[in-house]
């Protein structure tokens, strides 16, 4: 855990619009008096969208309370939020949200009714996994299914003269947005892309 060098536990405040011309008021009439506030004026879906969250998220420590109105201005959907409140707890941060007390985890039960919405979004991983596995299998069984490869003949052209220059492949794979598997196999002409030439 990251000791708490200010000396003091501290109320840290976050508040989110999804835009600059929403009304904060509300939000902050329900925090209240905080030691510090972070306001995201942003509709970013994740934590890398939103600087404000990022900054709450690297200036809180062991023993800071993180106070929110709501579990939708912390995160955008339930594995965001567990995520992020799992990764606070383990560092001695505590999270209250103000609208639902039941979920903060400054108490026993809070604690128990996040363990039981994690268990449910890992139960719903898997279904969606599983009904995205049978419809592949049934795709392929009526020979419906047929999922091209993830890279045009120019991007695997454009690679091939960046791995030819010397820039690292997993540099390149980043860069188009695939893993270092898929650009092995366009630049080496295997699997989808069987009927490219290698990069030799």
Known sequence: MEKNVRGTSQVVGYARVSSSDQNLDRQLDALGDVDRLFVDKTSG?????????????????????VRV????????????????????????????????????????????VLTLMGAVAKLERRMIRERQAEGIALAKAAGRYDRGPKLTTEQVAAA?????????????????????????????????????????
């Open 45 to 65: 879906r994740s934590a890398k969208d939103r600087p404000e969250l990022r900054a709450m998220l690297s200036y809180v420590r062991e023993g800071d309370v």
């Open 69 to 112: 109105k709501s579990p939708d201005r912390l995160a955008r959907d339930t594995i965001a939020l567990l995520t992020t409140v799992r990764d606070l707890g383990e560092r001695g941060v505590r999270v209250q949200f103000l609208d639902m007390p039941e979920l903060s985890t400054d108490s026993p039960n809070g604690e128990f």
């Open 160 to 200: 091939q003269q960046k791995v030819a220059l010397g820039v690292p492949k997993a540099v390149v794979a980043r860069e188009l947005g695939v893993s270092r598997s898929t650009l092995y196999a366009a630049l080496s002409g295997t699997g989808r892309y069987a009927d490219q030439p290698p990069t030799g």
